[in-house]
């Protein structure tokens, strides 16, 4: 990557431009999007465990992919002969499942953003290393394209709680 990369505690003035500002903004909002779709499974999983007659506080699990193959196997209990709602299932824990790689990526993997260059406009930028690759693969993430992903996290939230809506 370049030298255009920045990261945080480089005090350069375009950090308080307005893009920049819009990109960090973006990144927060990511993650409070993330924290509702979250929140959506693990009141699925309370809900469908309730309507088994499960008693007191059942313990959710650990992490985000314990608790989307509970209530995966929990939604797959109670629409055992509906196709139709299988089949969304399937859709929404795979999009789910694409879309928590993604922001982990970014959240556990952030190496720095830039205010915008000749590759245009700002971006944050993040590293997937792993024991197969010797080098860490830098991977830029643009304004738009984090407002898509945002976007795409809110719209998966909808769908698991209009899913649960019909069970």
């Known amino acids: 990557m370049t030298g255009s990369t920045q990261t945080f505690g480089v005090a350069e003035p375009a950090h308080d431009s307005p893009e920049f500002r819009d990109l960090m903004a973006g990144v927060g909002y990511l993650m409070f999007y993330w924290t509702l779709l979250d929140r959506a499974v693990l009141d699925g999983i309370k809900h469908l465990r309730t ?5 007191g506080n059942s313990k959710a699990r650990a992490t985000f992919a314990e608790r989307l193959a509970e209530w995966q196997a929990l939604v797959s209990q109670r629409s055992r002969r509906n196709l139709q709602t299988a089949n969304m299932l399937g859709d929404l824990a795979s999009q789910a499942e694409r879309l928590n790689r993604k922001r982990k990526l970014i959240v556990q993997s952030f190496t720095g953003a830039s205010h915008g260059n000749e590759e245009g406009g700002p971006a944050i930028y993040f590293a ?19 407002h898509a992903l945002i976007e795409e996290v809110r719209l998966c939230r909808h769908a698991i709680e209009g899913l649960q809506k019909l069970l």
């Open 128 to 146: 997937e290393a792993g024991i197969t690759v010797p080098r860490s693969a830098q991977m830029r993430l643009s304004l738009p394209e984090l």
């Open 51 to 55: 309507f088994e007659g499960e008693a």
